[in-house]
């Protein structure tokens, strides 16, 4: 009978995943890494949180348009849940079991910074509802980008000025500054809390400048991907 190769802890494939709050740069950033890491021949797919899977994109349109807002923060925290239990079945774990790399813009410490910290949601709650929908799939890294809101906003609006796009705004968009501010200071406890997993960086600096600080922080990590020893 055929047995599998044992898969070295080395050559193992890893999940990444991106945090912070809103235009920090989390997707410019998760685009870059994906190059990065291509360019030295790991394989590797990005995806995004609410979403990734059709049934899990559902989700994120319903809750995004504002359609969930009075239901609460606890109903929208076991809807992100139900998005991500999708999110893991179809599309994370099967990636990790092939040997492709998973980078995901936001995940579980979403549900934790927006509903609980912020939105006051129960950390009993908030913890049963990761251990669900994670079912054993704790990212093996996590970016959080942090930046003042306030100079997020500002580029974010500058830029779109530049490109001369309207600035609309999600259900989470709107809050008020306060909030945001609030969001920020529930990222940097988690990452107090997960300092194996977590590595804070400012997002305050150039796109270039940001993606050579992620990169050092993700081959600090993962040493092999300096030595090309993806098996
Ligand atoms: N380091 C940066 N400096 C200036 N502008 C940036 C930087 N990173 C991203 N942007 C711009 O800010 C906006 C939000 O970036 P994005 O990557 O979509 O953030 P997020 O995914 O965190 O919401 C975009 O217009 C993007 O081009
Ligand atoms: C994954 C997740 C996202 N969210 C929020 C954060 C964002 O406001 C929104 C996702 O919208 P998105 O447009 O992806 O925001 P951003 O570009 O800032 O990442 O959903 C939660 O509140 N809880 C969650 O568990």
Same mark, same amino acid.
């Given at each position: 009978?055929?047995?599998?190769?044992?898969?070295?802890?080395?050559?193992?494939?890893?999940?990444?995943?991106f945090?912070g709050?809103?235009g920090v740069g989390k997707s410019t950033q998760v685009?870059r890494?994906?190059?990065?890491?291509?360019?030295?021949? $790991?394989?590797?797919?990005?995806?995004? &949180?609410?979403?990734?899977?059709?049934? *899990? +994109?559902?989700?994120?349109?319903?809750? /995004?348009?504002?359609?969930?807002?009075?239901?609460?923060?606890?109903?929208?925290?076991?809807?992100?849940?139900?998005?991500?239990?999708?999110?893991?079945?179809?599309?994370?774990?099967?990636?990790?079991?092939?040997?492709?790399?998973?980078?995901?813009?936001?995940?579980?410490?979403?549900?934790?910074?927006?509903?609980?910290?912020?939105?006051?949601?129960?950390?009993?709650?908030?913890?049963?509802?990761?251990?669900?929908?994670?079912?054993?799939?704790?990212?093996?890294?996590? $970016?959080?980008l942090?930046m003042?809101? &306030?100079?997020a906003?500002?580029r974010v *609006? +500058?830029?779109?000025?530049?490109?001369? /796009?309207?600035?609309?705004?999600?259900?989470?968009?709107?809050?008020?500054?306060?909030?945001?501010?609030?969001?920020?200071?529930?990222?940097?406890?988690?990452?107090?809390?997960?300092?194996?997993?977590?590595?804070?960086i400012?997002a305050a600096q150039s796109e270039?400048?940001l993606e050579?600080?992620i990169?050092?922080?993700?081959?600090?990590?993962?040493?092999?991907?300096?030595?090309?020893?993806?098996?």
């Amino acid at each position: 009978m055929l047995q599998e190769a044992p898969t070295s802890k080395a050559s193992r494939a890893r999940f990444i995943t991106f945090e912070g709050g809103e235009g920090v740069g989390k997707s410019t950033q998760v685009k870059r890494l994906l190059q990065n890491l291509q360019r030295h021949d $790991i394989e590797a797919v990005r995806t995004r &949180e609410p979403g990734g899977t059709p049934k *899990a +994109e559902a989700i994120r349109s319903f809750i /995004l348009q504002g359609r969930s807002e009075s239901w609460g923060p606890g109903a929208e925290a076991v809807l992100f849940a139900a998005a991500r239990l999708d999110h893991v079945n179809q599309l994370i774990a099967p990636n990790l079991r092939n040997g492709t790399w998973v980078l995901s813009d936001r995940f579980h410490d979403s549900t934790r910074a927006y509903q609980g910290l912020t939105g006051g949601v129960d950390d009993k709650l908030i913890a049963g509802l990761e251990s669900l929908a994670l079912d054993g799939h704790a990212p093996d890294l996590t $970016i959080i980008l942090d930046m003042d809101p &306030e100079a997020a906003f500002k580029r974010v *609006a +500058e830029r779109a000025i530049e490109d001369g /796009l309207a600035l609309t705004g999600d259900r989470f968009e709107k809050e008020e500054l306060e909030w945001h501010k609030k969001l920020r200071d529930g990222f940097l406890s988690i990452a107090r809390d997960n300092p194996d997993r977590c590595v804070v960086i400012s997002a305050a600096q150039s796109e270039d400048t940001l993606e050579a600080a992620i990169w050092e922080a993700v081959t600090q990590r993962f040493p092999e991907l300096l030595r090309g020893s993806q098996a």
